[in-house]
């Protein structure tokens, strides 16, 4: 399929006074293709928000590069009408003086989409539909506090949806909806997926959701990158023990339960700081399985059959 968005061994280290970094993403690697859905796990503090950030242009990183079509210098605005965001808070994403009417009018006559008034009202009611939100009538002079959580994580996708994005990063766009209407909104953006043949990056902490909705999954860990491949793979035969952690804390592969909340009890560790963070691989402070060499160095890349890679000393041959 046709690579849309990459980032190719990208770091990226936010200085702090006295010559210390946050150094929040580490050689990262990751490639968004065209109808694919790759969903990126981690526990809060993996990196992935950063990485998400770097692959929207928030921010530059600090080595390594990101491409959009094979190009890393696509002026800003063509950028953003190609590379649309979806944050987890819907409260927070609308502004509450705007109607909905308004707040798709608006991205429709930026991006070039709409022209006329009627044009412009036409338009985000196919949109509104698009997203399930029937009849448009109903939901176009609401502001967003007379929404449900859903209803308005709908509008922030209608909203991006209005700019017609080839790729779309959600970062953890179900998790502060009730569980009832996480999966409506996961088979929505699956449809659109299908539909468009959007490249879709689904940030999320939670592995169980991550199998069910995505092609492959990618686990970070104190900001590397662990391991990836597609999420059968991931989820049945795990190649890195912290890959088998979040298998494990996520009881029922069923269900949609939020990692963090699920393990506590048996977690063994918290995630390390990215400041001074731990040498070599940064999971050998938790690790059962750690050695020598695993704080020495960061393992190099084991790849197995069917596009399953991951980082871990325990991989390599002849160890
Ligand atoms: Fe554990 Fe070492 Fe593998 Fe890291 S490289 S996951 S510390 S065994």
Redesign the pocket.
Known sequence: DELLLEADDVSKHFPLRGGRAVRAVENATIRLRRGHIIALVGESGSGKTTLARLLARYYPPTSGEVRLRGRSDTPTKEYRGQVQMIFQDPFAALNPVHRVRYILGRVLRVHGHARTRAETAEQAAALLRRVNLTPPEDYLDKFPHELSGGQRQRIVIARALAVRPQVLLGDEPVSMLDVSIRLDILNLLARLRDEDGVALLYITHDIASARYFADEIHVMYGGQMVEGGPAEAITDRPL???TRLLLDSAPDPGRTVAVDEAGEADDPGEPPSLIDPPSG?R??PR?P???AV?AEAF?PRTERPGGHWTH???LEKGD
């Open positions: 890195h023990p912290y691989c999971f050998h690790c399985a750690a050695r695993c393992p871990c000393w325990l």
